[in-house]
């Protein structure tokens, strides 16, 4: 694990000082050299080493994972970029296959602490097409992180058009102002480690205005841009993915093991159907759980500017406190604490460790 960290910190200072103009443009389209055998009495760092050299940190963390599976071990490397369903996907030539709100399964390894993570989600309904960001952590300028609804930041929207080629492209691409650490497309300054996690979220979002390619492979949703660098999509239910990420803060599950496993248990590639009912069932009511946290924040905040004594304050603290009460009822019924308890192990559940 030493080993593992050492390499991580060597990612995080290179990517830190690159851009995307100078990072050397590598496609994942390639195949990973079959030349790299990996001894599995070597360290993770000594397997690193080894690897062929590339300038793209995903796909050199997508070389590591394939000579980590010669050894039958992934459990250390949670980076999925799918590359297979390249073979079978074809060139979008119309929004209705695309349609729908698609969760990027591109993750960097941040079980060590070394890197937040984030889920990357486009919504596409008709021509247009929005770009999010779901985070787990306080975002900026709040002091609590009780609504989920704070923790997704929208980034993007641009419009889906037909081409003269009968494809698919990208237009009117409009990217957010928002000042923060997660928007690829404004410069950040500010503390660190914010300033070292940004050129990080830079790298894995996809960036809709410069997209050259839309392909599309049943439930699978495959963007290029124009380095050549893939982002893989799967398709998935929008209430299911706010309500899993309800869920995750609710229970305080650890995003960074298990929100992977999670979508893929959601979305049919992991578990079997009893877990993927009960996870589903803790998603929506997850979502319950977020709109009644809001409510009683909505609440508080209005208590503090209320008279102390007064008929307002003490209509306010009863919504509050049936508030809460539901709240605890939701959050502490046996389902949903069957569904957190999936996850309460250390090591995460065999059907998560399953490539």
């Not at 079978?88 to 591109?106: L, R, T």
């Not at 790298?203 to 049943?218: D, Q, V, Y």
């Not at 990420?245 to 049919?268: D, K, N, Q, T």
């Not at 009460?325 to 999936?342: D, H, P, Q, Y």
Request: proline share 4%; net charge negative.
């Amino acid at each position: 694990m030493q080993g593992f960290l050492s390499m991580l910190e060597f990612l995080f200072e290179k990517l830190a000082r690159w851009s995307w103009i100078s990072v050397l443009s590598v496609t994942l389209f390639l195949a990973v050299s079959n030349g790299t055998s990996a001894k599995c009495s070597d360290s993770l760092n000594q397997i690193a080493a080894g690897l062929p050299a590339t300038s793209d940190a995903i796909l050199h963390m997508q070389q590591l994972r394939e000579a980590m599976e010669k050894c039958g071990d992934t459990q250390q490397i949670d980076l999925i970029v799918n590359q297979h369903a390249l073979a079978d996907a074809i060139d979008a030539d119309d929004v209705s296959q695309v349609a729908g709100v698609w969760v990027g399964d591109v993750w960097l390894p941040v079980d060590a602490g070394v890197v937040i993570p984030i889920a990357d989600v486009l919504t596409i309904s008709g021509s247009n097409i929005h770009q999010e960001v779901i985070r787990w952590w306080d975002p900026e300028n709040a002091e609590t992180g009780g609504q989920a609804s704070e923790y997704i930041l929208r980034l993007a929207s641009a419009k889906l058009v037909r081409s003269e080629a009968g494809k698919l492209v990208v237009t009117e691409f409009k990217p957010s102002a928002h000042v923060s650490e997660h928007n690829p497309y404004q410069a950040f300054k500010g503390p660190e480690p914010a300033t070292l996690r940004h050129p990080i979220n830079s790298f894995m979002l996809i960036n809709l205005g410069k997209i050259t390619r839309i392909r599309i492979a049943g439930d699978r949703l495959l963007l290029v841009d124009g380095d050549a660098r893939v982002r893989s999509y799967v398709r998935h239910n929008p209430e299911l993915v706010k309500g899993g990420h309800g869920f995750f803060l609710a229970a305080e599950i650890s995003a960074a093991r298990y929100w992977p496993c999670f979508m893929r248990v959601l979305s049919g590639n992991a578990g079997d159907d009893d877990t993927r009912k009960l996870l589903q069932a803790a998603a929506l009511t997850a979502n319950d759980i977020v709109k009644l946290q809001a409510a009683i924040d909505a609440g508080l905040d209005q208590l503090q500017r209320t008279p102390t004594g007064s008929d307002e304050a003490t209509r306010l603290e009863q919504e509050i406190k049936s508030a809460s009460s539901k709240r605890a009822a939701l959050a502490g019924g046996e389902k949903f604490i069957a569904a957190a308890m999936v996850f309460s192990a250390e090591d995460p559940p065999a059907f998560c460790q399953q490539n």
